[in-house]
């Protein structure tokens, strides 16, 4: 294995660990689980639990792993930026965290898991390092034909997105529905439009999720959602922000979504 274990915070339904790389690169991955109702989030109109029953592996269980060490976008919110440099992960790098987690977990066959997903969605985006991440995706299918990818980008100017389809699905985070808030956010140049991402469509089993981690009240605009998205293809996911150093410095607290699970 190319990566190794420099520490772990545990939480009620999960686990984060600080990885390093061979060459001393750090990386983060999280093993989380959930009870298997809250996957039916579009049907419950939200996914907040209804016990503190946190269920278990066998349930839902998600890894999610990073595709870089730093990140070159730069999110206002996002503690990647305070990494002094960037390495994009080798497809047998994104692997191992698979592999990491699964080793924690011997007594769990992700086989037999109601839910095996693995979120691409820790550090780094992975449209940008798209060659590692398809190949990490072949090879985790080989090894576990129940599993499903999601896949969280920022929008990438010119990308192609034919090859999500069946258990790949796709994520956009806007953040914003105002795109000069949205260009301060994710200072990244070349950004597909909303416009752009709007007309994105797959070929997954799942709907494409539009995910914005809410600083302001007017991030978000019923307009500008029935304007460029389609509740037939699109998924809207708000998140709080997980606060940091980074965000600290740029003032943003919570953001405006202060609902909290009572665990
Ligand atoms: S694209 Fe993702 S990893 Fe990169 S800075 Fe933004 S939030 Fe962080």
Redesign the pocket.
Known sequence: MSIRKIKEKQFTNGIVYALETGDGYPIEVTDTFLPYYTKDAIGRNQNALRSGDVGSRAERWMIGVSV?SG?????K??A??SLPRCRYLRSDEILSQIEFILGQNPEFDPSKSLEFKINYT????PFLNLGAVREAIEEVNRRFPNVHHYV?T?GVKGSDFSWIRDNITLQF?IHSFDESYRDWL?P?PRKMSLEEIGKVRTASDLKTTVNLTLVREDDFSIQALQRWFDPKVHFVKLSPINPNCISDENNMGTGIITQTNLL
Not at 71 to 75: A, D, S
Not at 122 to 125: F, K, P, T, V, Y
């Open positions: 870089m990140c070159p976008v730069g999110c919110f996002c990647t930026a820790r550090m780094g985006e969280s920022i985070s994710i990244y």
